[in-house]
Structure formats: C-alpha cells, structure tokens
T-cell receptor, first 114, second 114 residues
Framework: NAGVTQTPKFQVLKTGQSMTLQCAQD?????MSWYRQDPGMGLRLIHY???????DQGEVPNGYNVSRSTTEDFPLRLLSAAPSQTSVYFC?????????????FGQGTRLTVV | AQSVTQLGSHVSVSEGALVLLRCNYS??????LFWYVQYPNQGLQLLLK??????LVKGINGFEAEFKKSETSFHLTKPSAHMSDAAEYFC????????????FGAGTILRVKS
C-alpha cells in the first residue's frame, strides 16, 4: 500500500496565484486532515474531514479551501497565495478520527510564496 | 492556555545517555496522548500512544512514556540514546474537549552527540 501520497513535493508560487495541493490515501480511512508546519509552532490544523462530503475548519483555515468528494482524496486549495502561507504542508489520515487511532502522514509539500 | 507544552525546543544528549523529552497537556476530560517523530524531510510517524489503558506506554525503537494525571504530563524517555534517534519529536493531545482534532506541541529537536 502507498499510504498517504502528497503532490507536489515542492512548489514555488507568486503572490496572488492559486494552486491545489493533492492528497490521496489508499487505506479506506474516514478521517483526513491538513496541517501546516512552521518552525517553533509545531503542526497547526487547517481543515479536516470526517468522511466524504463533510469538512470542517481547524485552527488556521483562512486562505484555504478543501473538499472531500471521495473517501480517498482530500485536496487543499490556496485561493490567492500570500507570503505568510510559505510553509510545509502535511496531509494525514486515520481510520476513524484522532481520539484513539493512529494518524498516518504524507511526506509533505514544501511551499514557498514569493 | 496552551493545549500541549513541550519544554525545550532543543535537547542534546550524548550517545548512550538517557533521553527525556517533556510534555505537559491541558484537558479537563480524559485525554488521548501521542508522541510522533519526524526525521529530516519526512512526514511524522507514531512512536506511541496513551488511550486510558496502562499508564506506562511502550513504543517503537525503545521509547516509552508515562501518563501522570496529577502532573498533567506525558514525558518521553529512552534509557540509551542512539545516533539514529536524532529527529524532531512532537507530543499531541486529543479528547472530547478538542472535538475531532489532534493538537500538537511545538516540537523538540533531539540532537545526539557521539
């Protein structure tokens, strides 16, 4: 099994551009989430989904959109990139939610906004 | 109040020495607690988790952690550090109080000196 796959691994955007970070999992997990990782701040939750068709906001949702049309895919859209969105982005999935099940993480997408 | 506090953003130990990484959490209800490890340029992987069974939890690679409710702590230890343990370690908490969210600490970078 591939686990959680994120694409691209690296991306440079100009301020104001939009793009979609892709995330796919092949473990039939219901729960998926997006985090951003910044130095000294750990991982902060952007958006999450408890199943197909259901999404909700995390701690830092502004400037990002998500959708969950299938169980497997959970793309993250940057609507109009800003330098403050320069970060490493991780997608994660777990069987039934974070309370007592392991979260599996992708390899990350390193995004630079210039 | 900070949900998860990791004392020490950087910890340095000699090879063969005890590793102690500190984590204190905030939760008014029984928590689920996790330690994740991140090796350079990789995603996070689970080291161990506490889910209200035994208070001393053993994980992979010789790590263990003890849940102490009275101290609201979940410190990570390993008796003898190995060079391959050099990585960043994250403590995380989830509970009914946090809804469907996993909240991470800021992380501790472990350096192992030869």
């Amino acid at each position: 099994n591939a686990g959680v796959t994120q694409t691209p691994k690296f991306q440079v955007l100009k301020t104001g551009q939009s793009m979609t970070l892709q995330c796919a999992q092949d473990m039939n997990h219901e729960y998926m989430s997006w985090y951003r990782q910044d130095p000294g701040m750990g991982l902060r939750l952007i958006h999450y989904s408890v199943g197909a068709g259901i999404t909700d906001q995390g701690e830092v949702p502004n400037g990002y959109n998500v959708s969950r049309s299938t169980t497997e895919d959970f793309p993250l859209r940057l609507l109009s990139a800003a330098p403050s969105q320069t970060s490493v982005y991780f997608c994660a999935s777990s069987l039934s939610g974070p309370m007592n099940t392991e979260a599996f993480f992708g390899q990350g997408t390193r995004l630079t906004v210039v | 109040a900070q949900s998860v506090t990791q004392l020490g953003s950087h910890v340095s130990v000699s090879e063969g020495a005890l590793v102690l990484l500190r984590c204190n959490y905030s939760s008014s209800v029984p928590p689920y607690l996790f330690w994740y490890v991140q090796y350079p340029n990789q995603g996070l992987q689970l080291l161990l988790k506490y889910t209200s069974a035994a208070t001393l939890v053993k994980g992979i690679n010789g790590f263990e952690a003890e849940f102490k409710k009275s101290e609201t702590s979940f410190h990570l230890t390993k008796p003898s550090a190995h060079m391959s343990d050099a990585a960043e370690y994250f403590c995380a908490v989830s509970s009914v109080e946090y809804g469907n969210k996993l909240v991470f600490g800021a992380g501790t970078i472990l350096r192992v000196k030869s």
